[in-house]
């Protein structure tokens, strides 16, 4: 059958099984809107800003495993586009991003709205095509797909000049893919996964370190049963909160930079570390030459890359997080090696010890709403099910210390390139997924201006986000490094004219909230979430002068952290 | 130390900008690059030499090359035996009783006079990079031109090959 460039598209999302596209239009794609506009299999979603729309693609994908469409013109839209791709690109999440080009004869000649988007997206997609043949955009799309969603998942931009939506070429869906240079490895070494487990056994002050590529692997439940089974202390990474149970005795909290006091000295004591589906991040890593001074180290990881980048291992096991553990999980069914036991319980007995420091209390007050409070109650009432997308900053801190995830996906942030904006199209996205779930968007004065714009698409839409902004005044970590490393030189942190959020809202058609005392903080939040169909924007006045704790200053070692003190 | 990485990639617009920005994007060193496509016209080989003190860098460069959806192998050719060879170029001044003497050390070097003009020969020489630098540093500096190199091409000894 032979098709136009923009029919091949929007018939191959469909058959792709695509959901929504997120984009926004102009001159490289009318051909492609056109064609969307006598369908309505695909549903597109109109933005207010490429950026909304690849941090929507993100969010729904995050949330769902499926990989998430962006559809924007050439120039100005790729160009918008790029810093949700490369938000994307660093935390590993699956995305297809096609973007207009000009005609192919005007390739080069400075045309209008014309950038070099393959050259400009380069260096933050996993990869990415230019089609310059109507007859290569069937096969080039599939590939995208494939691409983005295997192995280590990655954003995929295919760049399609006008003329190439214009022109004609026969379409068959293809449902196989074939890259001689492309392969990624799932199953793990069996030898490599035999030498693991005996050391994992041997273990006599064990630790479990997971990331992100659990939860991009869909192997929490493994994850879980290994853990569970072995009884052995483990901790996550930021992106890697809710694969294991945050409420559970045998989870430690995050580590890091803002980790738990429990977890930090439970990495620098261990003895053997086993890493899972994490990269380790400075933010976890702190100084290279003081991690885990005494641990022999097991890293599983689907990217051969990510192992013994930053630090040495010495059992590496590449392949597929979930097929690893799963082997690993057979092994420990047969083998007759015994743990020591003995070791274990003195083990536990020093981490209790940790745990009883109780590093997360912080003095509540009954006048200013401490932010940690607002994220406290938002758990409470929402029983630890929500949805929580968050900003980047003080409050994404606070939300991933103060709201124990059940399960995995449900926490959705940008841990990698820490994109302030991203949290409320984010949230958009997650809600477009699943519109009947509670969906939170923790945010701050700062970062929510940043993409303020998407409340447009959320009233067009319907979308009943709970917005929580933990409105301090300030541009908050920003102003706690000040605080801390550069002698309380506030330099531009203080965002002196913020809007009134609540006829901000109110403008946008949705509901706005402001709540100033701390006793008002869970009637607020209970309203809000009683109106199921109303985005609820709600504006909680915080204490200034609050901190994130416990920190590793950058550059220190897990055993190094400056503690809250309580008076 | 010194490793020379030879590459099979597809042979597609944007290729070789993948392998040169990922160098550049993470700071590793590439002391020189030759690219060209082999019998099968869909397939490049790419033969890069890098100076990286640190050996952890070097396995990094590799599995980051492996990495690219468009690389389909990846060797270190230093990592066995291997024949290299670079090819360079060289028009120098040749006038009067110097003629004859650029002449034998053309010969000496196994060089060929490719062309000639009454006042210059050009001169190929092909060989490992040290032998290179030793026929420049062989001739009289002023009677230097030009001079054009090729990175080194690379392959490995014996029966085995890299193939796709």
């Known amino acids: 059958m032979e098709l136009t460039g923009a029919q091949i598209l929007c018939r191959f999302l469909k058959d792709e099984g695509v959901e929504y596209v997120f984009g926004y239009p102009g001159g490289s794609v009318l051909f492609i809107y056109d064609e969307l506009y006598k369908q309505d299999a695909v549903k597109h979603i109109l933005v207010r800003h490429e950026q909304g729309a690849t941090h929507m693609a993100d969010g729904y994908a995050r949330a769902t495993g499926k990989p998430g469409v962006v559809l924007v013109t050439s120039g100005p839209g790729a160009t918008n586009a790029v810093t949700g791709i490369a938000t994307a690109y660093m935390d590993s999440i699956p995305m297809v991003v096609i973007t207009g080009q000009v005609p192919t004869q005007a390739i080069g000649s400075d045309a209008f709205q014309e950038v070099d988007s393959v050259g400009i997206t380069r260096p933050c997609v996993k990869h990415n095509f230019l089609v310059k043949d109507v007859k290569d955009l069937t096969q080039t799309l599939k590939k995208a797909f494939h691409v983005a969603t295997s192995g280590r998942p990655g954003p995929v931009v295919v760049d399609i000049p006008k003329d190439v939506t214009a022109l004609k070429a026969d379409y068959v869906y293809p449902t196989a893919v074939e890259m001689r240079s492309y392969n990624p490895v799932t199953r793990g070494h069996g030898g490599q996964i035999k030498k693991a487990l005996k050391l994992i056994l041997g273990a006599k002050r064990p630790m479990v370190y997971s990331g992100g590529g659990v939860v991009l692997g869909e192997s929490s439940a493994e994850l879980t049963e290994v853990v569970q089974q072995l009884g052995y202390p483990i901790t996550s990474t930021l992106m890697g909160l809710g694969a294991y149970p945050g409420a559970d005795r045998q989870f430690l909290g995050m580590l890091g930079m803002h980790g738990t006091y429990e977890a930090n000295m439970a990495m620098h004591g261990c003895d053997v570390l086993i890493a899972i589906g994490a990269r380790f991040d400075d933010r976890v890593v702190g100084d290279v030459k003081k991690f885990c001074p005494k641990a022999k180290i097991i890293h599983i990881d689907i990217d051969p890359a990510s192992i013994s980048k930053v630090v040495k291992v010495h059992i590496p096991i590449v392949g597929g997080v979930k097929e690893v553990l799963e082997e690993l999980l057979a092994a420990l069914k047969t083998t007759e090696q015994q743990r020591d036991e003995d070791a274990l319980a003195g083990w536990w007995q020093q981490i209790e010890e940790w745990r009883a420091k109780k590093c997360l209390s912080y003095a509540n007050s009954s006048e200013l709403i401490k932010p940690q409070a607002v994220l406290e109650a938002l758990y409470k009432l929402t029983d630890g099910d929500a949805y929580v997308a968050s900003d980047v900053g003080q409050h994404q801190m606070f939300a991933a210390q103060y709201y124990p995830f059940k399960e995995p996906r449900r926490w959705i942030n940008s841990g990698g390139l820490g994109t302030m904006g991203f949290g409320l199209p984010a949230a958009m996205g997650v809600q477009f997924a699943y519109p009947d779930e509670t969906v939170a968007c923790i945010t701050g004065d700062g970062s929510i201006m940043m993409c303020i714009q998407e409340l447009a698409t959320a009233k067009q839409y319907g979308l009943p986000v709970k917005i929580l902004s933990l409105n301090n005044g300030y541009l908050g970590m920003v102003r706690q490094w000040q605080e801390f490393f550069y002698d309380k030189n506030y330099s531009q942190s203080y965002m002196e004219t913020l809007p009134d959020f609540v006829k901000l809202a109110e403008s946008f058609g949705h509901v706005g909230l402001r709540i100033d005392k701390a006793a008002d903080v869970e009637g607020a939040l209970k309203e809000a979430l009683s109106r199921k169909d109303d985005l609820v924007f709600m504006d909680f006045i915080t204490d200034p002068s609050e901190n994130v704790y416990p920190m590793m200053e950058a550059g220190k070692g897990h055993n190094e952290m400056l503690l809250r003190e309580l008076a | ?164």
């Open chain 2, 1 to 164: 130390m010194r490793h020379i990485i030879a590459m099979l990639m597809e042979n597609e617009p944007g290729s070789l900008s993948r392998v040169a920005g990922l160098f550049s994007a993470r700071g590793y060193n590439i002391h020189s690059l030759c690219v060209a496509p082999t019998e099968d016209p869909t397939v490049s080989r790419l033969t890069l030499v890098t100076r990286e003190k640190d050996e952890g860098i070097v396995e990094q460069i590799t599995k980051q090359l492996n990495k690219l959806v468009d690389v389909i192998k990846v060797l270190d050719l230093t990592e066995g035996e291997h024949v290299e060879r670079a090819i360079m170029l060289v028009k120098v001044r040749a006038t009067g009783a110097r003629r004859e003497e650029l002449k034998r050390l053309s010969d000496i070097f196994r060089g060929r006079i490719l062309d000639v003009s009454s006042s210059t020969y050009t001169i190929e020489v092909t060989g490992v990079g040290e032998k290179l630098d030793a026929f420049i540093d062989a001739l009289e500096p002023k009677s230097i031109l030009e001079v054009v190199r090729s990175g080194a091409l690379g392959i490995g000894r014996g029966t085995k090959s890299l193939r796709v």
